[in-house]
């Protein structure tokens, strides 16, 4: 079993940064990353979980169209974590932030972004 724990998420104003953090516990690296990408979602209120950006094992991080070039995606093997860099936040990029294992029903419990003036 895995367990996916966000963090990072706050309010900030546009143009700014975050970071959020997926800890993952059950060794998800060594048993999921190589055969499943980890990926970030998003869902705003009243409307559809999306796709934000995804990696996996010697596989170039891919990113939807609305973040790319803001967003960075990232792993640290040794904590089990993945990260998602955001910057020049815009209030658009305001939902609850999820990571996943493609393939899987792993999700975490979500993080809330919130990008306002």
């Known amino acids: 079993q895995v367990q996916l724990v966000e963090s990072g998420g706050g309010l900030v104003q546009p143009g700014g940064s975050l970071r959020l953090s997926c800890a993952a516990s059950?060794?998800?690296?060594?048993?999921?990353?190589?055969?499943?990408?980890i990926s970030w979602h998003r869902q705003a209120p009243g409307q559809q979980r999306e796709w934000v950006a995804k990696?996996?094992?010697?596989?170039?991080?891919r990113y939807a169209v609305a973040v790319q070039g803001r967003f960075t995606w990232s792993a640290d093997g040794a904590d089990n974590t993945v990260y998602l860099q955001m910057e020049n936040l815009k209030p658009e990029d305001t939902a609850t932030y999820y990571c996943?294992?493609?393939?899987?029903?792993?999700w975490g419990q979500g993080t809330q972004v919130t990008v306002s003036s």
């Open positions: 990696s996996g094992a010697g596989i170039p991080p």
């Open positions: 059950g060794s998800i690296f060594s048993n999921y990353f190589a055969k499943h990408d």
């Open positions: 996943h294992v493609e393939g899987t029903n792993f």
